[in-house]
């Protein structure tokens, strides 16, 4: 495969369930992202990783939670899920350096939500 | 705060040029993208623009002046493989991207 890939492509899940968000990039990329996109507003972040290992929160972290083993894998958790959480949930990849780095970033295809 | 703005809609007829424009209020700069998402995708990258002027690739093209805090992406010889939406994403300090709500492009015959 080349770049990157997320699963499930799509999920209905019950309010207070535990899911689990898959997102695996091959490019070798050091940084990730979970962004959140809902409609009528603009992509929004909820955690990234600029390297394995570390980890950071972006704008809307709360109910979320994410780790970063190697370079390949960044999953999301949502730990109990509500109805507010229902949305398309991208995983996106860039060839930014440590310290930061204005590049590019690819996209999975998505994981389409629902929360009942 | 930060905050990017754009046209949520527009109307373009297939073989005419289209400019969408974008303005931007972000702590610290590194430059502005451009994204398309076609309904049900994911964002694909355009152009990236750092310095004022105009950037062309295509059909394509983006501008940036950043004293202005303005951006715009001109589409020409527009066909209806263009219909989708055009987000724009300015990058702060921090080199997050801090992204619009997205122009939707509808393009008639």
């Known amino acids: 495969i080349a770049g990157i890939t997320q699963a499930p492509t799509s999920q209905i899940l019950a309010a207070g369930r535990r899911m689990t968000l898959r997102c695996t990039q091959d490019?070798?990329?050091?940084?990730m992202y979970w962004y959140r996109q809902d409609l009528g507003l603009g992509l929004r972040l909820i955690h990234y990783s600029n390297t394995a290992g570390t980890t950071g929160k972006g704008e809307v972290p709360d109910g979320y939670s994410v780790s970063r083993a190697n370079t390949d894998d960044f999953p999301l958790t949502l730990a109990s899920a509500v109805p507010s959480q229902t949305s398309v949930y991208f995983c996106?990849?860039?060839?930014?350096?440590?310290?930061?780095?204005?590049?590019?970033?690819?996209f999975g295809p998505g994981t389409r939500l629902t929360v009942l | 705060g930060q905050n990017i703005d754009q046209p949520t809609e527009m109307t373009a007829t297939e073989g005419a040029i289209v400019q969408i424009n974008c303005t931007y209020q972000t702590s610290g700069f590194n430059g502005l993208f451009w994204y398309q998402q076609h309904a049900g995708e994911a964002p694909t990258f355009l152009s990236y623009n750092v310095l004022d002027g105009l950037e062309e690739k295509g059909r394509f093209s983006s501008f940036l002046s950043r004293s202005k805090g303005y951006s715009y992406l001109l589409l020409k010889e527009l066909q209806m493989k263009d219909s989708a939406s055009y987000l724009c994403a300015a990058m702060d300090s921090n080199y997050q991207l801090i992204w619009g709500a997205g122009t939707k492009l509808i393009i008639k015959p």
């Open positions: 996106a990849s860039s060839d930014s350096t440590i310290s930061g780095g204005a590049d590019t970033q690819y």
């Open positions: 490019m070798r990329h050091n940084a």
